[in-house]
């Protein structure tokens, strides 16, 4: 008879996805997840195979996560409800994020097939809140909302090389720039 699991699954990915998002793809082995969470590197490979499997598996767990967040999301239409949502996103990323570590997850999220449908399934998620709540602007939502995307993702890069201030108060007024210069 199996013994009975001390710790489930799902609470091993919630306890280990800070752990390597902090950590970035490379910094962190298994032995660091498994004493992070309190079970053995031979626990997680019985549970998740190998290193690559425990990544993508945290991912997709963490896009559940992403997915209820997405749906409490505030209803509305306008500059400022987007310019919110986007603020509010900003907020998941920390008080005093070391963007470096997402960049490189960034990479992960281009080259690996199955990161890069976790990516994808949360940015196409996140742009259909985003195309809901648009006011109306003189090009059509679905571009309107890849190019504040953009914008978010630049600014966020911007706050990356020179942090002053804070992370979201940027982005805020990055995103309200935006939208001036689009007359909304």
């Given amino acids: 008879m199996p013994r009975k699991k001390s710790i489930s699954d799902e609470a091993i990915l919630e306890r280990a996805l800070p752990l390597m998002a902090a950590a970035g793809p490379a910094g962190f082995t298994l032995a660091d997840v498994a004493r992070d969470v309190g079970v053995s590197p031979a ?6 195979g190998d290193k690559q499997t425990l990544v993508a598996r945290a991912f997709a767990h963490d896009n559940v996560r992403f997915t209820a967040w997405v749906a409490g999301l505030p209803d509305g ?20 994020p070391s ?11 281009i080259r690996d097939p199955a990161m ?42 911007q706050w ?5 201030g804070s992370l979201a108060d940027h982005v805020r007024q990055s995103l309200t720039d935006w939208f001036r210069l689009a007359g909304a």
């Fill in 43 to 48: 626990t997680l490979l019985q549970r998740f």
């Fill in 77 to 96: 239409v306008g500059s400022e409800v987007v310019i919110g949502i986007y603020t509010d996103a900003t907020r998941l990323f920390g008080d005093n």
């Fill in 99 to 109: 963007l470096a570590d997402h960049l490189l997850w960034l990479r992960e999220d």
């Fill in 116 to 157: 890069n449908r976790l990516a994808r399934e949360r940015f196409a998620l996140f742009r259909d809140a985003i195309v809901r709540r648009l006011p109306p602007l003189p090009i059509p939502a679905e571009r309107a909302a890849a190019l504040l995307d953009a914008q978010h993702h630049g600014a966020l890069v």
């Fill in 160 to 164: 990356a090389m020179d942090p002053q």
